[in-house]
T-cell receptor, first 114, second 113 residues
Framework: AQTVTQSQPEMSVQEAETVTLSCTYD???????LFWYKQPPSRQMILVIR??????QNATENRFSVNFQKAAKSFSLKISDSQLGDAAMYFC???????????FGSGTKLNVKP | DADVTQTPRNRITKTGKRIMLECSQT?????MYWYRQDPGLGLQLIYY???????NKGEISDGYSVSRQAQAKFSLSLESAIPNQTALYFC????????????FGEGSRLTVL
């Protein structure tokens, strides 16, 4: 099974500041997909951003961007201009292209301070 | 209405009881999944199904069973619930494209006393 590691169980950021959440993964595949999901207190899982491994350009969605380092198997999420509504659990996920299974990290709880 | 609907949203039961969690979707996706979320462990795959006749075990299938009644319905059963099955359970769907993400239901919180 693939492994996805999030080494930061909890992080804090001041409102309007920038924060980076880390994720590493293990795979022998060359073509795969990576995702960041957000889980607010409502517990709904919400897709934040997606990255295709064959694309060298880092994905960006408004205030959210990733730093995808394929050789290092690293996929970090940067949140700019943090807002109170960004407070949530964030999960990194890897999609296995052959078996179409998704593997999740253990999550990072993000606190946003006013 | 939500695209992926789970029932019940919350359930408290006793050890040894049989429990069924139901999931229905209106997204038209063939692929459906059941995940379990525990604090500090992320989401772990219990079972997944790529069509009505295709059901596969995930990493933590022991103690669970599933039924794919139709393309849109995928239920998870605990035949004899035990306290360490207390968790948040998610149903999810995905399309047939390799680029597709998971679409989640709102979760079913199960407490086994």
């Amino acid at each position: 099974a693939q492994t996805v590691t999030q080494s930061q169980p909890e992080m804090s950021v001041q409102e309007a500041e920038t924060v980076t959440l880390s994720c590493t993964y293990d795979t022998s595949e060359s073509d795969y997909y990576l995702f960041w999901y957000k889980q607010p207190p409502s517990r709904q899982m919400i897709l934040v951003i997606r990255q295709e491994a064959y694309k060298q350009q880092n994905a960006t969605e408004n205030r959210f961007s990733v730093n995808f380092q394929k050789a290092a198997k690293s996929f970090s999420l940067k949140i700019s201009d943090s807002q109170l509504g960004d407070a949530a659990m964030y999960f990194c996920a890897y999609r296995d292209p052959d078996f179409n299974k998704f593997y999740f990290g253990s999550g990072t709880k993000l606190n946003v301070k006013p | 209405d939500a695209d992926v609907t789970q029932t019940p949203r919350n359930r408290i039961t006793k050890t040894g009881k049989r429990i069924m969690l139901e999931c229905s979707q209106t997204k038209g996706h063939d692929r459906m999944y059941w995940y379990r979320q525990d604090p500090g462990l992320g989401l772990q795959l219990i079972y997944y199904s790529f069509d009505v006749k295709d059901i596969n075990k995930g990493e933590i299938s022991d103690g669970y069973s599933v039924s794919r009644q139709a393309q849109a319905k995928f239920s998870l059963s605990l035949e004899s619930a035990i306290p360490n099955q207390t968790a948040l359970y998610f149903c999810a769907t995905s399309d047939n494209l390799n680029t597709g993400e998971l679409f989640f239901g709102e979760g079913s919180r199960l407490t086994v006393l």
